[in-house]
T-cell receptor, first 110, second 113 residues
């Protein structure tokens, strides 16, 4: 069993829908990262959080340390949001390796 | 300005050859990483350097040797390439010690024939 599990693996939605991607992990962490991998292959860091909630534009990330769970939400989804979203956790001491989830492939249909 | 750059973007080579991938960051970061993304798109850490010193080595075969001539560069040299080395290799960097956002390079797609 992977230390970081994401669900769903694939998600197809209509433009404008509210999107939720979930990440559960089984180890102690210092931080959790959400990454976006574009269809062209590039990887961009969206969020890094160790507690609570962060918001950038239409994207919201939350984390519950006690439950070892994080969610990434996209409001008013758009076809340009189509990408693979990857959750990764960083070990307890910081500056440690990232352990990645298997990713969620999101497709937004116009 | 490119923050983290890698060369080459594509690399096609024969089994048994030796090849290098270069990575440079102009962000002034202290820590650099190499990740491998396999055919199933799963990312895994290979190495991490902090101020030119190796701090993470994830049981990667000895054929892989990272080299950090200065803290802005982390190159990956691969000896005796095997078919299973075909993957996309990503370089990344982050600021100093502690928990920090990582910035990724564009990736190098290595194909071993």
């Amino acid at each position: 069993k992977n230390e970081v599990e994401q669900s769903p693996q694939n998600l197809t939605a209509q433009e404008g829908e509210f999107i939720t991607i979930n990440c559960s992990y089984s180890v102690g962490i210092s931080a959790l990262h959400w990454l976006q991998q574009h269809p062209g292959g590039g990887i961009v860091s969206l969020f890094m959080l160790s507690s609570g909630k962060k918001k950038h534009g239409r994207l919201i990330a939350t984390i519950n340390i006690q439950e070892k769970h994080s969610s990434l939400h996209i409001t008013a989804s758009h076809p340009r949001d189509s990408a693979v979203y990857i959750c990764a956790v960083e070990g307890v001491f910081g500056n440690e390796k990232l352990t990645f989830g298997t990713g969620t492939r999101l497709t937004i249909i116009p | 300005d490119t923050a983290v750059s890698q060369t080459p973007k594509y690399l096609v080579t024969q089994m048994g050859n030796d090849k290098s991938i270069k990575c440079e960051q102009n962000l002034g970061h202290d820590t650099m990483y190499w990740y491998k993304q396999d055919s199933k798109k799963f990312l895994k850490i290979m190495f991490s350097y902090n101020n030119k010193e190796l701090i993470i080595n994830e049981t990667v075969p000895n054929r892989f040797s990272p080299k950090s001539p200065d803290k802005a560069h982390l190159n990956l040299h691969i000896n005796s390439l095997e078919l299973g080395d075909s993957a996309v290799y990503f370089c990344a960097s982050s600021q100093g010690a502690g928990v920090n956002e990582q910035f990724f390079g564009p990736g190098t797609r290595l194909t071993v024939l």
